[in-house]
């Protein structure tokens, strides 16, 4: 492990007394000091993934109202009000941010340590990463009694990784950018670059239901990400959610 | 060639003033988009041209482009433009019948081989060698190859020849296929619409004439000047959308305000069209103008989004008619629940695992090491 920084703890044999703060007893203490940290998300990457969070959050509300609108508001005349502008322009600027995040993750994924680039592949052609993927299919089954230790994904969340986030995003930013082509016009930049896909598709409202599934794809990915993350966090050997604040993940035990 | 009158002598012959004609040309010019400078070119071009000789086919089609060119409000267009091009043939409109009329076509292609205009109305079905079209006692596409051969260029009227319209609506018994599916060798101009606009048909002809080449085409083959910009861009109710102030129901009090249709299945944002600029019957309305969605009929597979009144498209991939929220919200629905199950799964197997730990713990109370207990507690 390349970048992996290791945090020796005190040894057994002399364990540093001053370090018994609070309630912590010797037993404790023991753990405590075993406890090993892998610094695994570097701060662009946790940076980018909460950025990315809340851009998609707004997102889908507001997409989900461009599909659906809210009822008719009646605050003045249609001059004076914006309403939907305004939801038209909150999903417009997320999906800017979100778009030049992306890229600079992707930067990230060259510049970065060797977990940030683990979103951007399935190691297909190793073995081992299909027999882990069974094993960690069967950890969710309930057939396995003890999970694996990971410092990245493990192969279950790679996959997923890389279908929702590398793909799917991929997916949502060109659907989406040939969509606002549409509004920006002929000529414009966002149509040099991505009108093409409208006229292959041919219809802008098969675009639209595309780019909508898409959207419930990426609600269907945030519902098992989020649970995954918890669960993994309470019944599996290794930090979660944390690790995605701090950026460190710790262990539970060194078998 | 010479021989055929240029388009400023049959006007001047059917009673159409000097000051008419110079009319015509400044708005054909407007029309098109074009500066004042341009009014004399079309102008000269008019006067010294020779008319173009058209071929007008018809496949499967209800005649609905031709009777929307027949009745172009532009000032002169019905008098000048029919009269503009030398239409040679054209079986719904010409006397002739029979074995006159397909004399006629064969005269023209032999006459103006490489010269003439082919345009388009409908398509052809391929499905039993096409026999689901037959013209003078051929199927219609024969017809087609025969005189798309010889032809300069190709005008697709309409959403037939353009993208298959009707006919071509799932599961297309026939095969009804788009002309430029069929012809992939000459220059095609697809005018979509059902029918298009009669001043998009005439200002694509009169552009034609008078720079003698092709309008400057989109991505999908259509003349930028009408197309690049959609109902929706230029939509008098825009200010309404922009304020999310929608019609709930037909006839509500919305409705009477002339707020956006967009709830009520309006496919201004989706569709490529100049109705909302130049309109229809002489510029005086268009659908929404009228209180009614646009449908969309300008663009490819228009009938095969679902229904004219719904803003999202209904999805029949899955057998049953569910459109996508329908089915990401069933989907996101049935993970959710299998998530709830999962972690209440998770928490039972976790309490019993505890249990069991624990039991193991007080039977080997003695050892003194961490037992695997501590670990399971702690985990």
């Known amino acids: ?255 | 060639m010479s021989q055929i009158e240029t388009f400023y002598d049959v006007m001047r012959r059917q009673g159409i003033t000097r000051r008419s004609f110079m009319k015509y040309c400044s708005l054909t010019a407007s029309a098109l988009g074009l500066g004042p400078a341009f009014v004399p070119k079309i102008a000269h071009a008019m006067e010294t041209k020779p008319r173009t000789p058209v071929i007008w086919v018809h496949g499967l089609e209800c005649t609905c482009c031709s009777e929307s060119f027949i009745r172009s409000a532009h000032p002169l267009a019905k008098d000048v433009v029919l009269s503009m091009i030398s239409l040679d043939y054209d079986d719904t409109l010409m006397a002739a019948a029979g074995t006159q009329a397909e004399a006629a076509l064969q005269d023209t292609i032999d006459k103006y081989k490489g010269n003439y205009i082919l345009a388009v109305e409908g398509n052809p079905p391929l499905n039993e060698d096409g026999m689901f079209c037959i013209v003078g006692g051929k199927p219609f596409v024969d017809q087609l190859k025969h005189a798309a051969e010889h032809a300069k260029a190709i005008i697709s009227w309409g959403a037939c020849a353009s993208y298959g319209c009707v006919q071509a609506a799932a599961p297309n018994p026939t095969r009804a296929t788009p002309v430029h599916k069929v012809i992939t060798d000459k220059p095609i101009i697809k005018v979509p619409g059902c029918p298009p606009i009669a001043e998009v048909m005439t200002g694509v002809i009169t552009y034609m004439l008078t720079f003698d080449r092709l309008p400057t085409l989109d991505r999908q083959g259509r003349p930028e000047m009408f197309y690049s910009q959609r109902i929706h861009d230029k939509c008098y109710r825009r200010p309404h959308f922009d304020a999310g102030q929608f019609v709930e129901h037909w006839d509500d009090e919305n409705a009477r305000k002339g707020y956006c249709l967009y709830k009520m299945g309006c496919k201004g944002p989706t569709t490529y069209n100049a109705c909302s600029t130049i309109r229809w019957n002489d510029g005086v309305s268009f659908p929404i103008q009228s209180g009614h969605g646009c449908i969309g009929c300008s663009e490819d597979g228009f009938w095969d989004q679902g229904s004219f009144y719904d803003r999202l498209t209904n999805i029949k991939q899955f057998g049953i008619e569910a459109n996508a929220d329908v089915i990401g919200g069933t989907a996101a629905l049935a993970v959710g629940g299998a998530v709830a199950a999962h972690a209440a799964v998770s928490a039972l197997k976790r309490a019993q695992q505890k249990n069991d730990a624990r039991k193991a713990a007080a039977k080997t109370q003695s050892s003194k090491t961490r037992s695997s207990v501590d670990k399971n507690e702690d985990a």
């Open chain 1, 1 to 255: 492990m390349r970048d992996a920084t290791y945090t020796p703890g005190p040894t057994e044999d002399e364990p540093d007394k001053a370090k018994l703060t609070g309630d912590i007893t010797e037993s404790d203490f023991k753990h405590v000091s075993r406890n090993t940290s892998v610094y695994v998300y570097e701060a662009p990457v946790r940076l980018w993934h909460w950025t990315n969070a809340a851009m998609i959050l707004i997102l889908i509300v507001t997409g989900y109202f461009i599909g659906s609108p809210p009822p008719t508001m009646q605050i003045g005349e249609a001059y004076q009000q914006f309403v939907f502008g305004y939801i038209r322009f909150a999903h417009f600027a997320a999906a800017m941010v979100l778009t030049v995040g992306f890229f600079g993750r992707i930067y990230w994924a060259f510049a970065g340590n060797h977990h940030a680039r683990q979103m951007f592949y399935i190691p297909f052609l190793q073995s081992a990463f299909w027999e882990e993927l069974l094993y960690e299919f069967r950890w969710y089954l309930f057939l396995e009694k003890k999970p694996r230790k990971y410092v990245g994904h493990n192969p279950l969340a790679q996959l997923a990784m890389f279908f929702f986030m590398t793909v799917g995003l991929t997916f949502m930013l060109v659907t989406g950018w040939a969509l606002y082509a549409q509004g920006a016009g002929e000529g414009s930049i966002p149509d040099d670059l991505f009108g093409w896909l409208l006229a292959w598709v041919g219809n802008s409202q098969i675009l639209h239901t595309l780019h909508h599934l898409g959207m419930w794809a990426i609600i269907i990915f945030m519902i098992i990400h989020i649970y995954a993350a918890i669960r993994e966090d309470i019944m599996s050997r290794q930090s979660m959610v944390s690790t995605m604040i701090s950026g460190h993940r710790t262990f539970r035990d060194d078998d």
